[in-house]
């Protein structure tokens, strides 16, 4: 692209609100659910929302092959490109990797990548520096930090650092509004990474918005909270917020949405379902909001039996 | 295979005493060396060391294609078979992929494998127990525990579960020799994953030995070490065990083995070499324990630009 | 797609008359060189041309790995596919590796894709049937007989049982305008796959058109040949259409392209360039028609140290 | 290796007399049978044979992956290498693949690979030798000749001209005796890719052997056969030997180990099996040399619905 494009494709990027990190529908088989993807993304689009992460640690980037997961990436830009931006997770641990898949990403139309530290594996500053100039340099891209997935934190003088990259959107940051709060006092650009603390991260701390997991239940309500300061609402999805992140994540959004009827209750390991009464609580919480969850006719407590595990796909 | 003989390799594996999680040397292309990777394993074992990782966290399988990862199993077993255990690290945080790797590993004839529990990804408890007795019906392994680097600790009932299982050898177990004690005391088989508490979880704490990183470089103390308690010997050790760890392990490591001549100074990103300061503290250290590292004629201080980074291979 | 979307698709690239397989041109390590791609298919369409195949056998999809080749399909959907019809040469000899590559290229938006019968490994006239069947379900397809290459005819009486699939677009048939005459006359349509018979199979065998590998260099000639009879121009051109082939395709072409200044001078091997002799009188053909060989401004013989060979990337 | 060694271990391989193209079996899911295969590679070493080609067209190389081909290399050296040679089909038309292929292979430790010309995209003669040199130079290696399956006749003068780098090992060549006379009338080593010629190719042109699909079913004949003149036995298993090839290999072979009860009646697509006229005339075959079927406890005339056609595995 030329640079001007590019600076303003960057300019635009950085201000999206409400990113969705959205889930990715399987099959019986344990293979993509195009249409159930699609009927997914569209009343996202629908409910306001202005990004997606394809492929996040929601979507279960990290259980696909890096050809269905470049896959994914192009079906998207392809079918809803014009109307969403579509960052696709072409992070990885591994330097080559990260850069193969993002080099691809970005040959495919995506318009940003999520790019994490090098997590498991880890490295030093030095490291850190070199892999994200790395992937920097392919494209725009919105850096992640969440130290209870990657075993290791970024640490501040490293942001400081690779912010000044042309092609740096922000940080998607999971360690707490007053983290946020001190990137974005020193014109760090960030989205917070954690539903429940959102509203005031946006509002009070500096955030342009969140990456949400929630939004992809209920993407109106989500919107509604990072359009306007919402204290009372925020409150209200107080209880959803916790019970969505009770089990790893996307353990509960799986579970959820298969309850909803929006996607076949199929898991690849190794996730499994919720527990029973895990389930019994999320389906009061999620009928009590029923109207603002798009597609749903209906919550159903859904017994053991009727959920598949795919080890092999 | 037949069952007594499964029965006879789990009851030999489980009394492993110095098993090293071996270095994978490089070629200036990024590709490996396997000259030097054969050297480096012939005197393991020419030092008493007793069985090898394959593509562990130390030897970067996190960085392989998983063909070349199940090339250098096969490689080791054609070469070392007889000679030492061959544990093949294919555990992955994606169950699919752990299942395909294990069962291609065990078909090129490794002994056993290395089992991570999801890491970045996560799971439940429940998820645990699905992924863990999954890759444990392939055959014989050890589970490795390390929630500095997965994000997430194998809780204690996980272990207690699983442990019954009859192709469980024990743990690889990082979080200090009080976890060891309790579940030696339990009868649950442990390996040290540290260095620096080896010396104590063999002796006092009820562990068969240690899964080390230090073995790649003085094989021979190591294996005195677990041999029979030597209080004053592992002392002298301290800071050269402090010293492998100032970074991320690998890093220290392949620093190490560069500076004594043994490997090319190849990193694979996002891997990069320590600092000028941190190589001088460790060539001093190297230096006096030169007569111990086998195949090494001199340590030296290696400059910043002698080092090979390679982020596409 | 609702059916009679898949429908109006059929009936629209049934009717596709010039249909360039696109080189793929490469950078100086070998990978994909997308910008001069890129430019190279934007004067196609420029000119006329209304379909591309994509990593055909000109294209070099037999050197590609799957994630580039289904790569390189998105990345033409995504930037050309509302002003061409593009057609992923998605097939192979092994039935698995033809589904899972149709499918993809599908998902991310390809319109039609390009089938061959099982080369090399060969099969049965029962085996023919069920691997069109299966990969014609997948979407619509144009099917390519080229025995020369596969070692195997695909016979008469295999095409009349295939041709009656919904998805069944037509023949691409390098065995000569008799058989094209033939197949014509009972209601399968056909692309003929030779440049130098391509004007007499539109014109009065009854073809709808030709899959060109000589409209990569004249894109608006070749569009004339098809667009009305024209048995100067035809005759015009025979040498051209004969130096093309003086070694198995694209050998002439990339030597051409390259010599024309419209691509980097990179060959994956085993191709290698022509001949210095074969380059001078490749030369003189191209300059006779340089003013219709778009973005050239001059052929140049090059020299054998300025060619690149790229075996391993 | 040491050259000494690589000098005699050419010399040994040369001198091969029966190599088995071993067939692949596969389980229900279409993956691999490696205990049927197993139990096959033993009963061809009790009868005899010396040589194994791993994942040739025989063993359905084109439809494996390379992890699972250089995997099932890699478990054959392990089983079996200090009892017979093991030489891998690492060979592909794309350069790129064959060499690093090729590199695995050895690096698993097979001795010898078989090294085809680029099948179906074809290429010059410069593009020959630089194809062949490249893997000539990875190790020891056999050229096969097959046109028919290729497209492409490997030309007499590349053969003469490769035929003197130190790790050919000779021709596997299927277009007839007089080739193989005057080949071997100039010093080229020669195995027939023929079964119904091996007989005479060996005893009266001049091979060393024969490289055989026929040996699968009965390896102690085909021993006989290349031990000592034997025209009787030789025109006895005329009709054997045309049976075998009634469709294309391994169509027939197969569709004859299934029905001998020595392999699960498991197709990867796109073979599938003979016809059920085909199949009678194969069992009355077949059952009169039941005594030297090894393994074989009888042989079945098998119905359509016994079979299993995998497309996806």
């Given at each position: 692209l030329p640079a001007s494009e590019t600076r303003s494709t960057v300019d635009r990027l950085k201000k999206l609100r409400l990113i969705t990190a959205v889930k990715t529908p399987y099959l019986a088989n344990g293979k993509f659910d195009l249409p159930a993807y699609d009927a997914l993304v569209s009343r996202q689009i629908e409910k306001g929302v202005e990004g997606l992460i394809v492929g996040g640690t929601t979507g279960e980037g990290h259980l696909m092959s890096w050809d269905e997961h470049v896959m994914l990436i192009a079906h998207t830009v392809n079918a809803f490109g014009d109307k969403i931006a579509v960052i696709g997770?072409?992070?990885?641990?591994s330097t080559r990797e990260a850069l193969h898949a993002t080099e691809q990403g970005f040959a495919v139309g995506m318009h940003a990548s999520l790019q994490i530290n090098p997590y498991y594996g880890k490295t030093s500053k030095a490291g850190l520096l070199n892999h994200f100039n790395a992937v920097l340099n392919e494209g725009p891209a919105i850096v992640y930090n969440v130290p209870g997935r990657t075993g290791q934190d970024i640490p501040d003088d490293v942001v400081l650092d690779i912010c000044?990259?042309?092609n740096f959107l922000g940080m998607k940051e999971c360690t707490g509004n007053p983290r946020i709060k001190n990137y974005t006092s020193k014109g760090v650009n960030c989205w917070s990474g954690n539903d429940d603390e959102s509203h005031d991260a946006r509002?009070?701390?500096?955030?342009?918005g969140v990456i949400s997991v929630t939004s992809n239940v209920i993407p109106g309500l989500m919107h509604g909270l990072m359009a306007a300061p919402d204290a009372a609402t925020n409150a209200s999805l107080k209880e959803l917020f916790s019970w969505l992140f009770?089990?790893?994540?996307p353990i509960a959004l799986n579970t959820a949405l298969a309850m909803c009827g929006?996607?076949?209750?199929v898991f690849r390991l190794p996730y499994v379902p919720l527990s029973r009464a895990q389930r019994e609580k999320g389906a009061a919480l999620l009928t009590a909001v029923q109207e603002h969850i798009?597609?749903?006719t209906g919550v159903r407590v859904m017994e053991d039996h009727e959920f598949i595990l795919v080890g092999r796909h």
């Open positions: 997770n072409t992070g990885s641990n000044s990259h042309s509002h009070t701390a500096g955030a342009v009770c089990e790893p994540n929006l996607v076949r209750p798009p597609g749903c």
